[in-house]
């Protein structure tokens, strides 16, 4: 996990937020090549939930809302977590993560404490004020699920796009929520991303809906490059469904400290649409005009984090190997997840190189993510390339200028071979095809 943090600083990927004033409160800023690798984990997601898909519609609700909408979906009484104190070292904790001792007490992980507050609960939702008042009035609330958006558009989105169940909306944006013990590096903050689908099913049909969202979603993640043996799908029990849930299976990843989520797949039944339906007084149903038939849909709904997506990629894809007798260390990343795709190369910064050089680079912008280095000896470019998981290097050397040909470099087996600029783009499209 050291290393993983060091390197995500070092290759800018993951900075400290406020670094420069001793950090602010495990948040954390993306650098360069970490949004360029979030984006690409989005857009993995989009294009299996929606862009293959006839019968997932996106949407991008708004992140202040109404606390209407946080009462009726049950969030304001039941979003909480419950909240002790270390009476010894005064620390503030979650209670249903602090390990017990022999004798099963809870044990404070600062000071070895035993003595704590009775457990009360906290509410995980920011609130703020809309408005220069700061009164009741005025109160909002920063989302801390993507997922009430959906339900309190449903009416507009059946209405807009004509869909029959089963149909599902797609939606990827931040989320807030007040945790008490964020940590373990970007795992657990108060400002993180989803990427949550509520698919609206016949209710008779949501157990085999469920079944298959589990099994998508897990393959989703094999997929693109998280070995089997490294995850699996944890079903909760019964103590641990959240308020709206009849059944939940987490998708965890073996982290370095641990099983841990990345995403839970529940059937949140017609818990939220009948709940804000008898809130606003609106219709939240689905109506067949062919057949008559009118039923609120069940919901059943994969709600993965973008930032743990991305840090159980980059687990799973960092390797030290050997080449030439020199020790490496290399990202093998999915071609899709890899910041760059490709790392176009100058042999040399001497001026006749550069102008082909460049011809390449605008060759390749189009159909890859590339990088750009003309700095340092070939090999320690190859190296730096390796370690932020770049899949191909194309090298132009002193010969491409009479040939018109170019070197292509696989990262992983780190085999080279010559390829035309006339074939470049096929070469390239064909190795990184989806
Ligand atoms: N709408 C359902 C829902 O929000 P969740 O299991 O609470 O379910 C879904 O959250 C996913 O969002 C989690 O599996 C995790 O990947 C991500 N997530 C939740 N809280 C997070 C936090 N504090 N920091 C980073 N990611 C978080």
């Not at 304001?76 to 070292?89: A, E, G, S, Y």
């Not at 170019?406 to 080279?416: C, E, G, K, P």
């Amino acid at each position: 996990m050291e290393e993983l943090v060091r390197l995500c600083k070092a290759r800018g990927f993951v900075f400290p937020s406020a670094e420069i004033y001793g950090g602010f409160r495990s948040t954390y800023d993306y650098g360069p090549l970490g949004v360029l690798m979030a984006r690409n984990v989005k857009e993995a997601w989009w294009r299996e939930m929606v862009q293959l898909r006839q019968e997932v519609v996106g949407l991008d609700a708004a992140i202040l809302s109404s606390p209407k909408i946080w009462e009726a979906s049950g969030h304001l009484k039941n979003f909480t977590d419950p909240l002790v104190d270390c009476r010894t070292c005064k620390q503030r904790w979650r209670a249903d993560q602090l390990p017990t001792t022999d004798d099963g007490k809870l044990e404070c992980p600062n000071c070895g404490g035993t003595d704590f507050t009775e457990a009360r609960p906290f509410n995980l939702m920011f609130k703020t004020f809309v408005g220069p008042v700061e009164d009741e009035g005025s109160v909002a609330y920063l989302r801390p699920e993507t997922a009430q958006g959906h339900f309190v558009n449903f009416a507009n989105i059946l209405q807009t796009e004509r869909l029959r169940p089963p149909f599902g909306t797609a939606q990827i944006g931040k989320s807030f929520r007040n945790e008490i013990t964020p940590g373990n590096f970007v795992f657990r903050t108060r400002e993180f991303e989803q990427m949550e689908l509520e698919y609206f099913v016949p209710p008779e049909d949501a157990p085999r809906w469920f079944e298959y969202w589990c099994n998508e979603r897990l393959e989703w993640y094999t997929r693109f490059g998280i070995p089997r043996d490294m995850i699996r799908l944890r079903p909760h029990t019964k103590e641990e469904l959240s308020h709206y849930s009849v059944a939940t299976a987490d998708v965890e990843f073996a982290f370095p400290w641990g099983w841990g989520e990345l995403e839970g797949i529940a059937n949140r039944t017609d818990y939220d649409l009948k709940a804000h339906a008898a809130a606003s007084g609106q219709v939240l149903e689905y109506f067949d005009a062919a057949t008559g038939e009118r039923y609120v849909p069940y919901v059943i709904e994969p709600a993965a984090g973008v930032a743990r997506t991305m840090m159980a990629f980059l687990i799973a894809a960092y390797t030290v190997d050997e080449v030439d007798g020199e020790e490496r260390t290399v990202l093998r990343l999915h071609p899709r997840i890899a910041p760059y795709q490709v790392a176009v190369l100058p042999l040399s910064k001497k001026d006749t190189l550069l102008p082909l050089s460049q011809e390449v680079l605008h060759l390749l912008q189009p159909v890859a993510m590339c990088d750009y280095d003309i700095t340092r000896a070939i090999g320690r470019r190859y190296r730096r390339q390796d370690e932020i998981g770049t899949p191909l290097c194309v090298t132009i050397d002193f010969e491409s200028l009479d040939d018109k040909a170019v070197t292509v470099r696989d990262r992983d087996s780190t085999a080279q071979e010559r390829v035309p600029m006339d074939r470049l783009v096929e070469a390239i499209s064909s190795r990184l095809a989806w």
